[in-house]
């Protein structure tokens, strides 16, 4: 069995061809196109259409038996010939592999069609999403109209515009804790700073109410700005430098923005879809060597819960979990924490076992006994 450095390997070797192929192929096709265009003009300019006759023989020989264009459809075949071999070579590597790490999975169309949705629509991907819809003959996501508002702001600040995006914080979070104005309106300030002036900016602190209003407490961080003033535009090696890092600053914000959009609307900050995707990715390999080496053993069906680790990393990690001190597992919602009297937790297994026939049960942690009935549940989140 060859490895997975040498499975990348070779697909890198038949990506590397098809860059090489494309390349050689846009060069030939290009130069065809040139070929055509300058004979069209060369009959434009001498107004002799002998040769071509007139327009509509032209397309004609544009559709048949013409020497450029059967060139580039040759070229274009060459070339897709290089990417169907990638595919039937990722087909000989994954596909069966693919088949043992799928087996007893079941997908849910109407899910996988809504997450589907929601990813064209955070991509910014409307009409692949309004296609889709129509085509599913599925319901419009709640999102729709979030993730177009969203996407136009996101736009906008691609392009370092903020009127967007105040209006918006402006609205949603005014009385909330959140930086999000705040920073909106301080890189307002920066901005000024740079395309205005300093009088523009000052102006602007001292008669804009949103930000008198959101500077309150933020004392220090005024005094840094208006020192910054001082020295603009000489700020390049000083302590005020970070405050005019346009490199950092509107990434920093963008992605402000999108956290405080996704909580606003309680969904993830990435794409669903994609996040699964991925970690379906770091999964799989181990997946498929367990599907392997249980896959003759009836008794080891893989269902819901798979009775290995599968490490992918923190990243990946979106729910707190609690493992009983006493059966060192970790607790489900068929088996959840319970609360002793003294504070300590265990799973409810665990504490079921330890009672047994006895009224009273002594904590695995500390001296404290608690009485048996109805621990109370715990609920991570
Ligand atoms: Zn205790």
Redesign the pocket.
């Given at each position: 069995m060859i490895s997975t450095q040498q499975e990348g390997n070779s697909l890198l070797k038949d990506l590397e061809r098809i860059k090489k192929k494309t390349r050689i192929s846009n060069k030939i096709i290009n130069n065809q196109l040139d070929q055509i265009i300058a004979q069209i003009e060369e009959a434009k300019i001498s107004n002799d259409y002998s040769q071509l006759k007139d327009k509509l023989q032209v397309l004609y020989l544009l559709r048949k038996n013409y020497k450029p264009l059967t060139k580039i459809k040759q070229t274009n075949n060459e070339c897709y010939a290089y990417i169907s071999k990638m595919g039937k070579n990722m087909d000989k590597l994954y596909k069966k592999n693919l088949q043992y790490g799928q087996e007893h999975v079941e997908l849910n169309q109407t899910i996988l069609t809504k997450l589907i949705k929601n990813h064209l629509l955070r991509d910014g991907e409307f009409e692949a999403y309004e296609i889709l819809v129509k085509e599913s003959g599925s319901e419009e996501s709640q999102y729709h109209q979030f993730f177009a508002e969203v996407q136009n702001i996101v736009d906008d600040l691609k392009q370092r515009k903020l009127d967007s995006a105040i209006k918006w914080a402006e609205q949603r979070e005014k009385k909330s804790t959140n930086n999000l104005f705040y920073e909106l309106l301080k890189q307002r300030v920066i901005q000024l700073v740079q395309t205005e002036g300093i009088n523009a900016a000052i102006y602007f602190m001292r008669n804009n109410s949103s930000f008198q209003e959101q500077s309150q407490g933020r004392l220090y961080e005024i005094c840094l700005i208006t020192y910054s003033l001082l020295l603009w535009p000489n700020i390049e090696n000083t302590k005020y430098y970070y405050l005019y890092d346009d490199e950092k600053n509107w990434p920093r914000i963008l992605k402000l923005f999108l956290e405080v959009a996704s909580k606003s609307q309680n969904i993830m900050i990435k794409s669903e879809i994609r996040t699964v995707f991925s970690a379906g990715c770091l999964a799989m390999p181990k997946l498929i060597k367990y599907n392997q080496i249980t896959r003759n053993r009836s008794s080891e069906v893989l269902v819901n819960d798979i009775p290995i680790d599968i490490e992918i990393g923190k990243e990946y990690k979106y729910h707190s979990f609690f493992v009983c001190p006493v059966s060192k597992e970790v607790t489900t919602s068929d088996n959840p924490p319970v609360l002793?009297k003294?504070?300590?937790v265990i799973s409810k297994l665990s504490a079921h076992k330890m009672i047994a026939n006895k009224s009273k049960l002594k904590?695995p942690?500390?001296p404290?006994e608690t009485k048996g009935a109805d621990l109370p549940e715990l609920i991570f989140i």
């Open positions: 002793l003294c504070g300590h904590c942690t500390c404290i």
